[in-house]
C-alpha cells in the first residue's frame, strides 16, 4: 500500500510539473531550428542560470523581453526569433552600447550576412592569391636548385680545385 501511495504521489508530481517543462522544451526545440550550431540555456532568456518562480529568479532578461514582447501571448516561433535575432548577436549589440528596447537584430543580421559574404569572398581570394604565391615561390626554389647545381658543374670544370673542394664536402670530408 505504501507502494502505491508513493508511485501515485510521484505520478501526480509528474504530471504536474511536465506541462511546464514541455512548453520550455518546445521553445528550446523552435530556437535550435533556427539556430542549430547553439545549445541555448535557461540564462539566454532568464536573469538567473536556474530560473524559479520564486525571489524574482524567473525573471526575463533583455533577450527574453524582447522575445515574450513579439510573443504578445502566442507560442514561440521561428519568425520571432529571427526578428530577434541569437542571443549571441543579441548579447553583442547590447555589449556595444546599442538601445536595447527598440533593438531588431533581424536587420542588423541582414547587414551582418552581407558584410559576413563579402568578407568570405574576400579571404577566398586572399586563398587563392596566397596558393598561387606558394606556388610561384616552388617553383623559383626549383630553378634557384638547378641553377646552383649548373653554376657548381661550370665551376668544376673550370678549376679543378673548386671540384676537389666541393667533392670532399660532398663526401663529408
Known sequence: MKNLSIAFAVLFIFAAVVPVA?????????????????KPKCNYCHVDEKPKKDDG????????QKLQELMNGEALTEEIIREVGSHEDFEAAAEAGEDMSSLTPAEDVG??????ARLVEETR???????????QTQEMVTETAAATEEVKTMLADKTPEY???????????
Do not use: F
Open 22 to 38: 514541455q512548453a520550455n522544451v518546445k521553445q528550446l526545440k523552435v530556437y535550435r531550428e533556427v539556430y542549430p550550431d547553439y
Open 57 to 64: 529568479k524567473h525573471d526575463l532578461n533583455a533577450y527574453g
Open 111 to 116: 547587414n551582418t550576412t552581407a558584410e559576413t
Open 125 to 135: 581570394g586572399l586563398v587563392e592569391e596566397t596558393k598561387d604565391m606558394v606556388s
Open 163 to 173: 671540384a676537389l673542394n666541393a667533392s670532399q664536402e660532398a663526401s663529408g670530408e
